[in-house]
């Protein structure tokens, strides 16, 4: 059972245009939140991260939108760039576990930025 | 700063056999978490170790086994290999800390036959 999805396995963006890439959790405990992105024959690497007290959090052309009620989070990424083609992982952890934190991963979103 | 780094790269091993693969965290991490992907599962959690003991465990059978040394090094070893074991581990090390990112390795790909 996937408590955390990503229920597009894919997107297609122009270049220049915004990229939105959402995540949906189901368990209530998850309170803290992060963005990885993959490219072939790499390891993910952190983007962005965002905990339950705030709804928003910026870094550059990155943005996560975290809406508790729904249980959903989205990244935008504007302007997109071709560079930003690769597979976007949701990750989530009870952060109230402390030291303790398992993170918990959706199975990815493939973005292609297109020139 | 050196990254991650996971040896090997790629791995063909029969089934039955065992195999160990490593992991060299960031210089100052003292978390070392292992992940299998394969494409259907996409990453699973196999346990984490911080200063050389076993702190979080995913729900893997006891084929799979790991350790951490007193420098934050840490191997893998999976016994009695099933085609099913086919998949890249990644290494990903932390502060260990709560909240602190996770910094990945390039995995070592595992292809059993």
């Known amino acids: 059972d996937q408590q955390v999805k990503q229920n597009s396995p894919s997107l297609s963006v122009q270049e220049g245009r915004i990229s939105i890439l959402n995540c949906d959790y189901t368990?209530?405990?998850?309170?803290?939140f992060l963005w990885y992105k993959k490219y072939p024959a790499e390891g993910p690497t952190f983007l962005i991260s965002?905990?339950?007290i705030k709804d928003k959090n910026e870094d550059g052309r990155f943005t996560v939108f975290l809406n508790k009620s729904a249980k959903h989070l989205s990244l935008h990424i504007v302007p997109s760039q071709p560079g930003d083609s690769a597979v976007y992982f949701c990750a989530a952890s009870p952060l109230n576990a402390g030291n303790n934190r398992k993170l918990i991963w959706g199975l990815g979103t493939s973005l292609a930025v297109n020139p | 700063k050196a990254g991650v780094t996971q040896t090997p790269r790629y791995l063909i091993k029969t089934r039955g056999q065992q195999v160990t693969l490593s992991c060299s965290p960031i210089?100052?991490?003292?978390?070392v978490s292992w992940y299998q992907q394969t494409p259907g599962q996409g990453l699973q959690f196999l346990f984490e170790?911080?200063?050389?003991?076993?702190?979080n465990k995913g729900n893997f059978p006891g084929r799979f086994s790991g350790r951490q040394f007193s420098n934050s090094r840490s191997e893998m070893n999976v016994s009695t290999l099933e085609l099913g074991d086919s998949a890249l581990y990644l290494c990903?090390?932390?502060?260990?800390?709560?909240?602190?990112?996770?910094?990945f390795g390039n995995g070592t790909r595992l292809t059993v036959t």
């Open positions: 368990n209530s405990m998850f309170d803290y």
């Open positions: 170790y911080f200063s050389e003991t076993q702190r």
């Open positions: 210089s100052g991490h003292r978390s």
């Open positions: 990903a090390s932390s502060l260990g800390i709560g909240g602190s990112p996770l910094h």
């Open positions: 965002i905990s339950s």
